[in-house]
């Protein structure tokens, strides 16, 4: 064999991403993101599209399950800082972004996420409120998390384009195919762009037909009332009328 050079592939941010993410920020519509890849690399991307600004702060969750040898064990990272302790990272969690002093996002693998869920329980709920990035999730887990969320009483959309995502594109409230391949099946809608950039539409043509049909029910509502309210008033007049009518008898005609 010749050795003629290495091929390096290279999958982008689609240009659309960022856009998108900052309109459903500015509509209070958190984003999530739930992937296959690497850890890093899903932090990399979240940063790009702008799911974490540039003054956010990324604690990645790492949590091991029960071993013959070891306990569960629960501990928390700071980007770029290493391991923190565990008494004040889960103050942090307690108190939230803003008493804690900045602004953070939680990273959580599949394996964190099992354990989490198996092993702690009080803390699962909290992980989910502030996570933004679930990395090497299997296909079940990110069912699992729809409805986990779900739980929280979020209503949950869902984008996504292989066979994996199938599964939480069907459990999520909304689910979106970007393809027409097997997620198509699975999902209420499928768009023709192969990007995110017809969520907002999609957000938008919602509304307007949730306005719509309530106005239309308040039509139907007042049209009903002011019929019966018609009718009632005629009714009640005619028979005040009747009731003030004198009766006489007519003479009969002479021969």
Same mark, same amino acid.
């Not at 990395?135 to 779900?150: G, I, N, T």
């Given at each position: 064999?010749?050795?003629?050079?290495?091929?390096?592939?290279?999958?982008?941010?689609?240009?659309?991403?960022?856009?998108?993410?900052?309109?459903?920020?500015?509509?209070?519509?958190?984003?999530?993101?739930?992937?296959?890849?690497?850890?890093?690399?899903?932090?990399?991307?979240?940063?790009?599209?702008?799911?974490?600004?540039?003054?956010?702060?990324?604690?990645?969750?790492?949590?091991?399950?029960?071993?013959?040898?070891?306990?569960?064990?629960?501990?928390?990272?700071?980007?770029?800082?290493?391991?923190?302790?565990?008494?004040?990272?889960?103050?942090?969690?307690?108190?939230?972004?803003?008493?804690?002093?900045?602004?953070?996002? $939680?990273?959580?693998?599949?394996?964190?996420?099992?354990?989490?869920?198996?092993?702690?329980?009080?803390?699962?709920?909290?992980?989910?409120?502030?996570?933004?990035?679930?990395?090497?999730?299997?296909?079940?887990?990110?069912?699992?998390?729809?409805?986990? $969320?779900?739980? $929280?009483?979020?209503?949950?959309?869902?984008?996504?384009?292989?066979?994996?995502?199938?599964?939480?594109?069907?459990?999520?409230?909304?689910?979106?195919?970007?393809?027409?391949?097997?997620?198509?099946?699975?999902?209420?809608?499928?768009?023709?762009?192969?990007?995110?950039?017809?969520?907002?539409?999609?957000?938008?043509?919602?509304?307007?037909?949730?306005?719509?049909?309530?106005?239309?029910?308040?039509?139907?509502?007042?049209?009903?009332?002011?019929?019966?309210?018609?009718?009632?008033?005629?009714?009640?007049?005619?028979?005040?009328?009747?009731?003030?009518?004198?009766?006489?008898? $007519?003479?009969?005609?002479?021969?």
């Amino acid at each position: 064999m010749q050795f003629l050079g290495l091929l390096m592939m290279k999958n982008l941010v689609k240009p659309e991403s960022a856009a998108v993410i900052n309109v459903l920020n500015l509509a209070d519509i958190r984003s999530v993101m739930v992937t296959g890849d690497n850890l890093l690399t899903a932090v990399n991307v979240a940063k790009s599209c702008g799911m974490v600004g540039s003054d956010e702060k990324v604690i990645y969750v790492d949590a091991t399950p029960h071993t013959a040898e070891t306990l569960p064990t629960l501990r928390f990272s700071l980007e770029d800082e290493g391991t923190s302790p565990a008494q004040s990272t889960r103050d942090i969690i307690n108190q939230g972004p803003y008493q804690a002093g900045f602004s953070y996002h $939680l990273a959580v693998t599949g394996k964190s996420f099992a354990a989490l869920c198996d092993h702690f329980p009080e803390h699962f709920p909290k992980v989910l409120m502030k996570a933004t990035i679930f990395a090497r999730m299997s296909p079940d887990q990110k069912s699992q998390l729809v409805k986990e $969320l779900q739980k $929280l009483n979020y209503r949950v959309g869902m984008c996504g384009d292989g066979a994996n995502d199938c599964g939480a594109l069907r459990a999520a409230d909304v689910g979106v195919s970007l393809s027409e391949a097997e997620a198509s099946v699975a999902s209420t809608f499928t768009s023709k762009t192969e990007n995110i950039s017809c969520v907002p539409m999609l957000i938008r043509e919602g509304r307007c037909s949730l306005v719509t049909s309530f106005s239309l029910f308040r039509y139907m509502a007042l049209y009903s009332l002011i019929q019966f309210c018609s009718v009632l008033i005629l009714n009640t007049g005619s028979c005040g009328s009747m009731e003030r009518v004198v009766p006489f008898q $007519l003479p009969h005609a002479a021969c």
